[in-house]
């Protein structure tokens, strides 16, 4: 019998990828696009949603020519995405009626702002019914935000003629032919829309942002036959049954599926998740309670902490500072310099995500002299992504009651060696990367091949994983708390 494959959609903030797996969940294929970033103005950020979709088809297609293979060898797809991101589309033609408002989008700060004055108890209500916070990061205010600003959007969203959907949904209902409007509990739990608890959209949330029940999609698990491809795009039709955010995605492909496991995504952003199982914590540090990817409509939960500015920081030196070429540099460069020199670096660009929750904090910089190097400089950038996890990991820590014992990572910056090593040096605890970093890709293909049979269960797909390096701490006790206290000194600065 020929062999066949599970092809994950992986749309990211800046790029759509295809990847192909085989049975023994190594990537056969990869394509990648890159995509346009837009900033309108100060704190916005925009995407195109129809070059989002052209570039994500262009992937799939290419991703499977380049294996030599059609099609036909697809067993099932597998949909991963950036989170929060917000699309609403006209439900005839699938038009956007407005740019996607990405999740770094800070646009909405007023509107939450005068929520808050207005409903002093407003936050306690959110964190009980969603997990969350309210903040202009998830998708409530996003799509408060086009229905206020777009001519004619709020009436035509309560005639039914506007969907909404985070870009999962946008993408399934293109691939399936306009037939298929769907999200997963992951995706679901970061509107501020959803009751994590009831696992149904919230009547009283909704009320509260103003938001028309017509235009939400249909809510399912993980893993789940959520439709069929059209052939007008895929020439047969495969089964799409798969869908899970980017980090709830990466937590299944890292099978960190026992509670207190725990996984960071070094990309765009930093993501930690940890697996609580079927408790839903609620944090006293800042973090956020959210839904598990599931293989059933029985609930599981973790706490995530978000950081917003991770390999967008090394991006920003290279885009914007220019003071290196590529990102592989960085590496060289930071374990050239040797220490930073008593630089530090706080990339609050947009804000502090967990533990602060500071929409007002702006990037700092603080320790140069005359005699600070380009090297020094990167390696502090590098140094600021790392002391930014480690902010969130012990406040997990201090959530669950216990230490952690190893860190599993995955994303584009954990290829970078001095990044993990420091890491597992101000963590004081093991750092393991997998062979295949492509997790949140795989988790997505993991989903979608346990429902289709392709895998037959959690053991057959926990044969397939591999560590590929460990990374042990190297500091002494004085050596880490003096970094890390100069890095909160810093924080403090970056608050004021």
Known sequence: MKQKYVLSVDQGTTSSRAILFNHKGEIVSLHQIEFTQIYPKPGWVEHDPLEILSTEIASIKTAVAKANLTFSDIDSIGITNQRETTILWDKFTGEPI??????QCRRTEKCVKEMKKKYPLIDELIHDKTGLRLDPYFS????????????GARERAKNGEILFGTIDSYILWHLTGKLVHSTDYTNASRTLLFNIHTLDWDNELLELFDIPKE???????????????????TDVKIPINGIAGDQQAALFGQLCLNDGEVKNTFGTGCFLLMNTGKKAIKSKHGLLTTLAASLDDKPSYVLEGSVFMGGALVKWLRDELKIIENVEETEKLAIKAKNSGGVYIVPAFTGLGAPY?????RGLICGLTRGTTKAQFVRA???????????????MESDLGKEIVSLAVDGGASKNNFILQFEAN?????????????????GAAYLSGLKSGYWKSISDISQNKEIESYFEPMLTEKERNKLIDGYHKAVEKAML
């Open 98 to 103: 407005y740019n996607a408002i990405v999740w």
């Open 140 to 151: 409530a205010t996003k799509i408060k935000w086009i229905l206020d600003h777009v001519k």
């Open 215 to 233: 235009i939400l999609p249909t809510v399912h698990p993980s893993s789940y036959n959520f439709g069929y491809t059209s052939e007008a795009i």
């Open 357 to 361: 929750w500071d929409g007002d904090a």
């Open 381 to 395: 950038a590098l140094e600021g992504i790392c002391y930014q996890v480690y902010d969130v990991l012990k406040s």
């Open 426 to 442: 101000i963590l004081n605890t093991t750092v393991k990367r997998p062979t295949v970093v492509e997790v949140t890709a795989l």
